[in-house]
């Protein structure tokens, strides 16, 4: 039997376990393993250092090296990030809806864990204590699935958590991370629909795709963002430029951050001359429309790849546009469904941009930077989701439950 | 440029119109469909004759000639649900939840349409009224591919649809139905991810693993229920024996039907003696364990593979079990998770059946009949999904939906 089958079985084994833990004792548990993740910062940071090591040999990219690296921080911000789960409701066995029928019948919607969750990811070690502690608090077991790049460093992780869980006199199985290295365990993963409850990949879009098209167990798909600024006609500039740059340049290589600017014809003359300058000064490379470059002789040429590009760098496409209309329409064909903004001061406008946009999150007068769990206070995140079934925008706790019925009766029959 | 892409593409376009739709409108609109479905009778009868005629030809097994069949009821009970569609409230907009940030921004989370919503089914024709008209409701446009023994009822019936659609002003392509035949075209949906958002299977075990296994659209998968009925040692034996005639006999071809009983063994003696003879008498074909078979001669030798089988018909297999904790571990093992009933007067059993048992909806004396859109008072239903992604349990018009979050500020960004 293959690794990865002998794990999903142990999952799903565990799963209903884990399900029925109570608060407390789950709660506990996270604050065990947050202590012992700080005890064991050493022997972590010594195996991290060897796929450091190893990563520098494979001449691996600046931005992929930096994702793997740990530090004493890092790892105590793992640390907090457990002990700050415990300190959040429990998502299970929540009344969702009280339901009573004529015949007498009493049913109760609540949440229930989904069972085993799978998470694949790539060379961010730290998503090994993040995933495994979010799944943990939603009651279902997990199975990390790593990058290789990461290895030693997911499996120093994972065993202090799976060392914590059996202090807490829990099953180790609860947490399991795929050792066996190579493509074919994320492509076993995937088949396995009878084990596996729920598929999360996390990661570039290259995964992303991989994992809709191969899987059978069914898939959140998450983080692309080609998110949009649309400066309206009414839009106050100075909110307009503060919101741009913020979204552009605050952290670039994240989904929410934005990719595209569009701006309204009529306010092109008053907007563009402060905000092309801005943008290139915080190091941004401008890719324009003719009408954006009559404004800057340094703004490049915007091709529709440009506009369908998701740059996660210091990179922008801006395009005049005519109308709202003309914004809506661009943003319904090169968005990802992901985050959209409008600043404008119009109310008619902002309603129609909130009701027209099709995406997880629309925003008016607010940076794309605010689709996170975190900033919508749901305390965690394992990532954006960008389809429409199950859950939308940030995955937290409660989006990681299922739910079933509970009906009582008492002796009832179908007439 | 195929059938089914150009459908795709001009429904992902008429849904955001759909998806704008006031309520009004659209429930006005589901009147004048129930309205022209009745005046349309003869038309629509005599497509359906056609189809019976070829089908006559083809042979086709008795019950799928049942499905097929239309008759004046028929259409009527089409129209009634469309009108009472009308009557529901409509699950568009509907405000999930208020947050409150500390910075100041306003989030709303709302209810949506899916967008684009496809429904693969079988030999029944009234499927196309239903589904076209759930989706509708939901705000979604919808492509129906129907089974090509029903092609000319189906046509039919769309074709009253989409001229209704018309009467009211609206894009007839907000209902489209798939005209070419042959499998490839279930095939070629499935792969239109860019253009559809949901695809609901409905109809038999076959199609629905097939589009599990090849669908890159996200599905919700449906309709498989190996239901038990567990009558406890605790149990009330009037109740116990109602219930499982009513969930074995009172329509068999039903997912909701029971297709399994397990007895707890000190109830036995004192259960099994009015059952066996009664499931008898109701023409029900017994398959026992050997603990069954002692108390009749007509009780077949039930094997693995009777108890993991969904008869949906008049058979039934039966188990002598130890405990509940036998119970409950059979259904984990045989079950798949739709509907799963326990009789008892005992409320810890009764208790731990419905924590520990994983299944759509869990009843204490109840017949699993009951899971059902219209006796849970959603008013309607398009299936009831065995997943525990995005709904489970009876697909009402809520479960439809999708959702986004509305997020209001006044110039924040992000620190």
Redesign the interface.
Known sequence: MSEILQKARRAKLVS?RV??LNSAVKNRALKTMARCLRENTAAILKANALDIKKAKKDRLAPALMDRLSLTAGRIKDMAVSLQDLAGLADPNNQILAK?K?PNG?D?EKIS?P??VIAVIYEARPNVTADAAGLCFKAGSAVILRGGSDAARSNKAIAAVLRESLRAERLPADIIQLVETAGRQTAAELMTL?QYI??LVPRGGAGLIRRT??ES?V???ETGTGNCHVYVDKYA?L??AL??T???KT?RPSVCNAAESLLVHKDAASRFLPAALPALRNAGVAIHGCAATRKYASYVLKASAEDYAREYLALEISIKVVKSIDEAIEHI?RYGTRHTEAIVTENRRN?RRF???V??????????T???DGG???FGCEIGIST????A??PLGLKELM?????????????Q
């Not at 389809?387 to 199950?390: D, E, W």
């Open positions: 209903r399900a029925l339901i029928r019948l049913i229930v989904m069972g629909r409850d729920l809709v098209e059978l069914p898939v959140i106050d100075k909110k503060a919101i740059i913020n979204a605050q319904h902002a909130l009701s027209e099709d995406a997880s999150a629309v925003l008016v007068n607010a940076s930077r605010f689709t900033e919508f206070g389809q429409k079934l199950h939308r925008g299922s739910y079933k019925y509970l009906v009582r009766g008492n002796g009832q029959i179908r």
